[in-house]
């Protein structure tokens, strides 16, 4: 599975920025996905996991409440939708595609990764 994340950018706090991640390859319908981020001189962290059929979603407590995942599995891909946003959510987003069908928490429970995208909110 190749993972194609885009959508990020630069943004007033209080805005909102759409992430789109395009997954290509086969069975992606399967796969859980999440969206991680990693800021400067931090751990790379979760954000949101989303099950293959959508019916089973985390999201981390700084996020809830203003941000959303869904997928279009006819499109083959995921989208984090993030409102309200702070600059303690400036990081490089990614995306990341799990076999399992099981939502993981950790890094170590994805097996593909996007490339990242930059989100800056300014104060």
């Known amino acids: 599975v190749q993972l194609q994340a885009s959508g990020g950018g630069l943004v007033q706090a209080g805005g909102s920025l759409r992430l789109s991640c395009a997954a290509s390859g086969r069975t992606y319908s399967s796969y859980s996905m999440a969206w991680f981020r990693q800021a400067p001189g931090k751990e790379r962290e979760i954000v949101a996991a989303?099950?293959?059929?959508?019916?089973?979603?985390y999201y981390a407590d700084s996020v809830k409440g203003r941000f959303t995942i869904s997928r279009d599995n006819a499109k083959n891909t995921v989208y984090l939708q993030m409102n309200s946003l702070k600059p303690e959510d400036t990081a490089v987003y990614y995306c990341?595609?799990?076999?399992?069908?099981?939502?993981?928490?950790?890094?170590?429970?994805?097996?593909?990764w996007g490339q990242g995208t930059q989100v800056t909110v300014s104060s």
């Open positions: 989303i099950a293959w059929s959508g019916s089973s979603i």
């Open positions: 990341a595609a799990s076999q399992y069908s099981s939502l993981g928490y950790y890094a170590s429970s994805y097996d593909y």
